[in-house]
């Protein structure tokens, strides 16, 4: 965690007010990093990205390569498509209006 603050973090009970907050504010999104779906969905697909990246360094025809290395679709694994999809279920500010999200297939009852 890194807070761009200037006070010493070293006793929790020294903590100014605006300090503590952000404190908590932060440390409940750990929480959230080790403990919550995200988390699961977040872990499953870096280890699936490292595995393809060592996958591809170490069975290429060629010892040089770029980095971030980016991952091709391919039949053999699901690593562009899971990464891509992680963008739609983890969302962002701008995903509210997105209209890709449209279901005929929801019926009132």
């Known amino acids: ?7 010493k973090l070293e006793d929790i009970k020294s903590f100014s007010d605006i ?4 404190y908590l504010h932060e440390y ?6 080790i403990s919550t779906t995200y988390c699961f969905i977040n872990i499953s697909t870096v280890v699936d990205y490292i595995k393809y990246v060592n996958e591809v360094v170490i069975n ?11 991952v091709r679709p391919s039949p ?3 690593v562009f498509f899971n990464l891509n999809l992680k963008k739609k279920y ?8 997105n209209e890709n999200f449209k279901s005929n297939l929801i019926k009132k009852l």
């Open 90 to 97: 983890v969302g962002g500010v701008n995903d509210a209006t």
């Open 76 to 78: 053999n694994n699901e």
């Open 60 to 70: 290429g025809q060629n010892r040089n390569f770029s980095v971030p290395i980016t």
């Open 1 to 7: 965690m890194q807070v761009n603050r200037t006070e």
């Open 28 to 33: 409940i999104h750990f929480l959230q990093d």
């Open 19 to 22: 300090v503590s907050a952000i």
